[in-house]
């Protein structure tokens, strides 16, 4: 019984992870409707801000998670105001090959940077465990990791509720040109929310960094998350990334104990096309996002 | 789109096919090589075309359909012993009835919800294939007897394999240019541009987009069947590597999408340009590939045919009027 | 002889809203029903129940004494019952010409070729005024001009029932009496005829029967003149502080 | 208008014809300064992080050489140059690179790394009747296929599990019993898991668990999680460097305490004890050369002075066996180069074919099929953060600690 115990808290430690990672692209996807294929990219960078500033000033990577932040907040922003934002009115085609261009550039850039090292930012305290009873073990790293995650999307949705700019971001998502006669400008706002969206993806990559092993190579594997999650959790609103990646962690973790190995990412595309096909706006998300057509 | 204007549309096309034939004399065997991955590149960006460029439902799973494609040629030729030329088209078949099983539900999504749904079914094919090594051989890959006396068909060679993605790519292209002046380019076309307005005027959406996508998926499941047999082994992380997809979408967008020509010139500019910064740049080259297609899109989103024709027709030749149009 | 078309108990229900409820209505041959009602009243939405756009969730809908209730657009489009929609839907990246010339190919002829329905899309577009405009792309067409689009692509369908959702929305005053003619001309060749409108001269002028709906509700129907004039009409639209001062007003000058 | 854009596309079509006339010969391999070898080698892509470590093998080969004057062939002495061409770690680009490498006339063919993208190239290299030394292909699969012109200087794929469950047998006092095997599900992992079970079943271990993981994963917890109920005494990882380092990092995570850890690819790599620290302490990993592997050569001398020569050329790194079996596959062909008295593809087959040396790297001799079956593979433990030498006996550095896991 401990066995699946153990699955399942361990599940949802890695669901929230996948939560912390989809956060930022989920955001992104419901207020600018641009799905951001270099979200990957931006997490791997915030792994690697994180691994710089532990290896020169020894900062814990936990506490790294505001500076790789604030360093993809710069980027993001700069990024949606010089290029994201000249095609954001076009089919969804360019702004998907806008993305996938920028994460060939991202990917490769810290490719040439930082070659291809397998890297794992060392803390002493990331892989002991706090033992439950019956031997259910809650690993220290990924505790602090969900926890944060649980954190920032709290943060996040508090943000968007509560503050003047939070609302114009929202209010600039769902119509920018009602936004714009407000006097938003549409461009700082876009601006602003892809840079928050960036910060985030960089937060989750120091918090990915101390937890697991990361190199170059993974970040299709973070889109492709990110994507499941905030599919999943349904866009529209702050906690769909986490609870669809709490659903995603869950269901990987149950399908690892009760099937073979090696079908944990077929369970997720599974799941995922079901979803897709039964409530395509996901289980807590707005239909109004998921009706959006554009030409 | 005047008949006049077909016609010459078709001549110059068969002029073009003239031109390629005529270009394997002239090749080194790499070259053959390279240049039939160009082909093959063709045939994939006009077959995607068909449902993301004419009817405007972009698939991000159309790898799907290939590695499906290739590997139901494999089993067939493997286990069965089929002659190559016969499982082509099971795998053609295979592909295009996926594909209508797969569009019931999908095909009512729209937008990124149907380019995510779609690369979610991709991705499931290949951890299927992965999961299945009995059949497929899994992840340890699987090999098509192409030598001795069990071979169903012997090896095509270099400049088979030429002619043979040549011919596909010019059947895929031919079919698309056929659609594109037909009856159903209209309906497709219509559906595109306003669905709920096209079915008002009596057309069956939910069929025409079916049997775009059913043949857009079997004319790549043609595709990767040839491409399995020209490989000998295959391997799932390859033949569902989402990046052969997002290429095949950059050669349609860059090239022209929703146009005849457009594929073909996206496919060889892009093809030859990956190649070309391949072999110069051995590093950098996917890093510049990167900053070329943002270029690109940025500069040209309606592609180079379209753009070619509203410059030619409206003197409109500045690349700035064309970031002006989608600049927020 | 029944009515070309009948729509009996029809509504629909968005979550807790009750869009449509539980409306009755015969369309018949060279006849013309006018519906209006104040914004919000689901008289697009009627439509929308009436060709399959929207599935009824009760309700039936009978074409010629078939029964079509929930069917697909299409398959009533080929029953002959052709629609124009509130806001103009054209098919931007096509010519005028072409925009016609698909409902030939896809109508109830089903033409062949496109050249032939090119050919017939012609005659439809002179019919309604867009003559000289078949090269044009819609985008480049006066508000005018594309609600003259959007009648003749129903047009080209050769329907034998025709709902109009608010056609005259944004013509000027001069335009309204010839497109008043043409909607004249229709309903003497026979075809049944639906309007939904809020220019309440212009249903006065053409409806044979006038029905109102108000909360998705029939408030009342009838001849124009009687309907036009009933005190709940004018509250539903105005709202009840304005109709007493309205009533007030006319009971004033206008001796009993 | 359309038929516009259409002409365009002739002339496009017919200007790619004729640019790509015949008229451009490479440098063919024959011209006399230079031995020019082909390398189709992953420099990005998933295997991005193997191929750097291969291509430094490489480039030490061809330094030492060429600082000794080059390679004798027929009495002159020609310089080394190894071209590298990258195939993004596909195997079909590895296969079109392989033919274009045979148009330039570059016939001999330092082998890609992998075994998928290997088994590609091995395919054409059969076509063109070129001659490929394989450094990193160690999938038995490779070479059933009656190839006869692929030589791998590395031990086979079925060695790799099983001779550290030897040397557990033969070392660990008191032996273990029970062995849980965790292994990625690509075409060489599986090999070496199959050999491994059957070679801890001849050695009397019971084999309690046999997971499979999704090649490349960096998350092992649901494999780990069911055969942590076993609680074996052995975990054997056959894996690459992801699963291998999440293999021990989340067995910690998860309290699995074995008495050892061993596995494959993962722990002689400096990526394994940088990033575990102090829970690599232990661990287990097989391996095709240490410092301390006997033989030696002219060029390159003994073990102990390529580790000196490489630690030299590449700011004092510790070079791992990555490293020295793509040294050792460049060395192969040189050898070859020197008896064969020729740089013709056939001459040097034949002499490669028949090659019996003792080098830095263990024996070169090849079997019917190709592949070096008398070279044994030794086993290291990661001690001190440093991988050292602990079977063969004869050849170690240190005596192996039992139990590994946990003793740190």
């Known amino acids: ?295 | ?328 | 002889m029944s009515a070309r078309l009948e729509a009996r108990n029809l509504s629909r229900r968005f979550g807790g809203l009750l869009a449509v409820g539980g409306v009755d209505l015969d369309l018949e041959e060279g006849k013309l029903l006018g519906v209006i009602g104040p914004n919000g009243a689901g008289k697009s939405t009627l439509i929308n129940l009436i060709t399959g756009q929207l599935k009824p969730t009760t309700g039936t809908v009978h074409i010629a004494g078939k029964d079509f209730t929930g069917a697909r657009p299409w398959r009533i489009a080929h029953a002959g019952v052709a629609r124009t929609f509130q806001i103009v839907k054209p098919f931007r990246g096509m010519t005028v010409l072409d925009n016609v010339a698909l409902a030939g190919l896809y109508g109830p002829r089903r033409l062949r070729r496109p050249a032939v329905a090119r050919r017939a899309a012609v005659e439809v577009l002179d019919r309604v005024g867009l003559g000289g405009k078949a090269g044009l792309g819609p985008g480049e067409l006066s508000v005018a001009d594309a609600r003259r689009l959007e009648l003749a692509k129903a047009l080209a369908l050769q329907p034998r029932v025709l709902l109009l959702d608010e056609v005259l929305a944004g013509l000027r005053p001069a335009e309204i009496a010839p497109a008043l003619d043409l909607i004249r001309a229709l309903r003497d060749e026979g075809i049944a005829l639906l309007m939904v409108e809020h220019l309440v001269h212009a249903i006065a002028a053409v409806s044979d029967e006038v029905l109102v709906l108000h909360h998705g509700q029939v408030l009342t129907r009838g001849p124009a003149a009687q309907v036009l004039a009933d005190e709940r009409v004018v509250e539903a639209y105005l709202g009840k502080r304005y109709a007493e001062r309205i009533k007030k007003a006319v009971d004033d000058d206008v001796p009993a | ?408």
Not at chain 4, 307 to 329: D, L, M, S, V
């Open chain 4, 1 to 408: 208008m359309r038929s516009k854009a259409i002409i365009g596309i002739a002339a496009l079509a017919l200007t790619i014809s004729a640019c790509g006339s015949k008229g451009d010969a490479g440098s063919s391999a024959e011209d006399s300064g230079t031995l020019t070898l082909g390398a189709s080698m992953s420099l990005t892509g998933s295997l991005a992080r193997e191929g750097a470590l291969t291509k430094e093998g490489y480039d030490v080969c061809a330094k030492v050489v060429n600082d000794k004057g080059g390679v004798p062939v027929g009495g002159k002495k020609v310089k080394l140059q190894i071209q590298y061409q990258d195939d993004t770690s596909k195997p079909d680009t590895a296969a079109q690179l392989v033919d274009q490498f045979n148009d330039k006339g570059v016939k001999l063919i330092l082998g890609p790394y992998g075994s998928a993208t290997t088994e590609a190239a091995a395919a054409v290299i059969e076509r063109n009747g070129q001659v490929m030394a394989d450094s990193a292909g160690a999938d038995d699969k490779i070479f059933q296929k009656g190839y006869k012109r692929t030589f791998a200087v590395l031990s086979p794929a079925n060695q790799y599990a099983s001779v550290m469950l030897e040397a557990i047998a033969d070392l660990a006092k008191p032996k273990p019993t029970t062995v849980a095997f965790v292994s990625a599900d690509d075409g060489f992992s599986k090999t070496v898991t199959k050999a491994g079970v059957a070679k801890a079943q001849s050695l009397g271990f019971q084999v309690v668990g046999e997971e499979y993981v999704p090649n490349g994963t960096s998350d092992v917890s649901s494999a780990l999680t069911k055969i942590k109920g076993k609680n074996p005494q052995v975990i054997v990882g056959s894996v690459h460097l992801a699963e291998g380092v999440a293999i021990v990092k989340q067995a910690k995570e998860l309290g699995i305490t074995p008495q050892i850890f061993a596995e494959t690819v993962a722990p002689p790599t400096p990526d394994f004890a940088k990033t575990l620290t102090t829970s690599a302490e232990g661990v287990l990993g097989s391996t095709q050369w240490t410092s301390k592997t006997s033989g030696s050569d002219k060029w390159l001398g003994s073990a102990q002075d390529y580790a000196a020569t490489f630690a030299k050329q590449f700011n004092n790194r510790e070079p791992e066996y990555h490293g020295a079996e793509a040294t050792a596959a460049c060395l192969a062909f040189v050898l070859a180069v020197e008896k064969a008295g020729s740089t013709d593809p056939n001459k040097v087959r034949d002499a490669l074919a028949g090659l019996d040396e003792q080098t830095f790297f263990g024996p070169l001799k090849f079997n019917d099929k190709g592949q070096n079956v008398t070279k044994k593979m030794a086993v290291i433990q990661i001690q001190g953060g440093k991988p050292v030498a602990v079977w063969p006996t004869d050849s170690s550095q240190a005596s192996m600690k039992f139990p590994g896991a946990g003793a740190a």
């Open chain 2, 1 to 328: 789109m005047n008949p006049r204007r077909q016609v010459i549309g078709w001549a110059v096309g068969l002029l073009v096919l003239l031109g390629a034939f005529g270009l394997q004399t002239q090749l080194y065997t790499g070259q053959v090589r390279t240049v039939s991955t160009v082909f093959m590149y063709v045939g994939l960006a006009a077959a995607w075309n068909l449902i993301g460029g004419y009817t405007g439902y972009a698939c991000f799973g159309q790898v799907g359909f290939f590695g499906l494609g290739a590997y139901t040629t494999v089993v067939f030729m493997t286990h069965l012993g089929v002659s190559f030329w016969l499982t082509i088209v099971v795998a053609a078949v295979v592909a295009g009835l996926f594909a209508a099983l797969v569009g019931f539900p999908l095909l009512r999504l729209k937008g990124h919800y149907f380019a995510v749904a779609t690369l979610g079914v991709a991705e499931g094919l290949r951890e299927l294939v992965l999961n299945t090594p009995a059949v497929t051989g899994g992840g340890a890959g699987i090999t098509i007897p192409t030598v001795g006396h069990d071979a169903p068909t012997p090896w095509l060679g270099n400049d088979g394999f030429y002619v043979l993605f040549l011919v596909l790519a010019a059947l895929v292209v031919a079919v698309g240019g056929y659609i594109a002046y037909s009856k159903g380019g209209f309906a497709l076309r219509a559906i595109h541009q306003d669905e709920d307005a096209a079915a008002a005027m009596g057309v069956n959406t939910t069929r025409a987009k079916t049997l775009a996508f059913a043949g857009s998926a079997a004319l790549t499941g043609a595709i990767g069947a040839a491409y399995a047999f020209q490989q000998v082994t295959i391997f799932p992380e390859r033949l569902f590597d989402v990046n052969i997809t997002v290429l095949m979408v950059v050669m349609v967008v860059l090239g022209g999408s929703g146009t005849v020509a457009g594929p073909v010139i996206g496919a060889i500019v892009i093809a030859y340009a990956s190649e070309w910064l391949r072999q110069h740049l051995t590093n950098a080259h996917t890093f510049v590939l990167g900053a070329l297609i943002i270029v690109a899109v940025v500069l040209m989103p309606q592609g180079f045919v379209n753009y070619a024709r509203d410059a030619v027709t409206e003197r409109r030749w500045s690349l700035l009027d064309n970031v002006r149009r989608y600049r927020l």
């Open chain 1, 1 to 295: 019984m401990s066995q699946f115990l153990q699955a399942t808290l361990y599940g949802l430690l890695q669901g929230c992870i996948f939560g912390l990672v989809a956060v930022g692209f989920s955001l992104v996807w419901g207020v600018m409707n641009v799905v951001n294929l270099a979200h990957g990219a931006f997490v791997l960078s915030g792994a690697y801000v994180a691994y710089e500033l532990n290896d020169l000033v020894g900062l814990d990577p936990f506490l790294g998670m505001v500076p790789a932040a604030l360093v993809l907040f710069a980027a993001g922003y700069l990024l949606q105001r010089g290029l994201v934002n000249l095609v954001v009115n076009a089919p969804i085609f360019i702004t998907l090959l806008l993305t996938f261009g920028l994460e060939l550039l991202v990917v490769n850039g810290l490719l040439l940077v930082f070659t291809a090292d397998y890297r794992s930012i060392p803390t002493s305290y990331a892989a002991d465990s706090l033992v439950l009873p019956g031997d259910v073990r809650l690993p220290y790293g990924r505790l602090i990791a969900a926890i944060a995650a649980v954190l920032l999307t709290l943060a996040l949705s508090m943000f968007v509720r509560r503050t003047r700019t939070g609302v114009a971001i929202l209010a600039t998502g769902m119509d920018r040109g009602a936004a714009r006669l407000m006097g938003i400008s549409a461009r700082h706002v876009y601006a602003l929310t892809f840079g928050i969206a960036a910060a985030l993806a960089g937060a989750a990559g120091a918090a990915v960094g101390a937890v697991t092993t990361f190199s170059p190579a993974d970040a299709g594997r973070y889109t492709l998350f990110s994507f499941i999650a905030a599919v999943l959790g349904g866009l529209g609103n702050t906690y769909g990334a986490l609870l669809g990646g709490l659903v995603l962690g869950l269901f990987q973790a149950w399908g690892g104990q009760l099937l073979p190995g090696t079908l944990v990412n077929a369970i997720a595309f599974g799941v995922l096309v079901v979803v897709l096909a039964l409530r395509p706006q996901g289980l807590a998300g707005r239909a109004f996002y998921a009706s959006r057509v554009e030409i």
